[in-house]
């Protein structure tokens, strides 16, 4: 007999370890991009981390990926070069959220071959269904992770470069936080 919480439908496959593995590296470097770009929208605008982060916190992924573009548009703190580089970037970002996307919001099944998993996806658009089925070895989900590492090493590489840590540095205090510790020094 089900009790009241119990689902009708469990799903008792879960993808194996390395595939697992790289599944939870894409999730977790995602997760430090996004931070990276409120890092540095606060650091362009010069607002401190203790009052900015309520602002930028709650923002959606696209929201700040607007917000970089406008500022690099304008080329604040940066370089003609150098915004060129971020609105490249910007647009490595942006395909990494279709990616990130595509894998964490995959349901995961089994495809009969050793080491290979299916993704399903289903999308109601309209009047009709769409069904995506694709298949991955850990090494597909790797490849994934490997790209978005570059582009975090890239993006932060830059914010550097443009001094976002000492701006941050500098921003006046307004929360009653404490002076950042920055870790150039």
Do not use: C
Not at 119 to 138: E, F, T
């Amino acid at each position: 007999m089900r009790t009241p919480i119990q689902p009708r439908f469990v799903r008792q496959y879960l993808p194996p370890k390395d595939h697992l593995a790289a599944i939870g590296s894409i999730a977790a470097l995602w997760s430090v991009i996004e931070s990276s770009m409120e890092t540095t929208i606060l650091g362009l605008y010069e607002i401190d981390m203790g009052r900015g982060l309520v602002f930028t916190a709650n923002l959606s992924f696209h929201a700040r990926l607007s917000l970089l573009r406008i500022l690099t548009g304008e080329k604040v703190h940066m370089s003609d070069a150098q915004a060129e580089e971020m609105a490249g970037l910007l647009n490595r970002i942006d395909e990494g959220f279709g990616d990130r996307n595509t894998i964490v919001h995959g349901l995961w099944g089994e495809t009969g071959q050793p080491g290979v998993i299916r993704r399903l996806s289903i999308r109601a658009r309209g009047k009709k269904l769409a069904a995506v089925a694709q298949n991955y070895k850990a090494a597909d989900l790797w490849a994934i992770s490997d790209r978005l590492a570059t582009l975090l090493r890239d993006f932060t590489d830059l914010a550097f470069r443009i001094g976002i840590e000492e701006r941050l540095d500098a921003a006046p205090r307004h929360s009653g936080a404490p002076p950042r510790k920055s870790k150039s020094k």
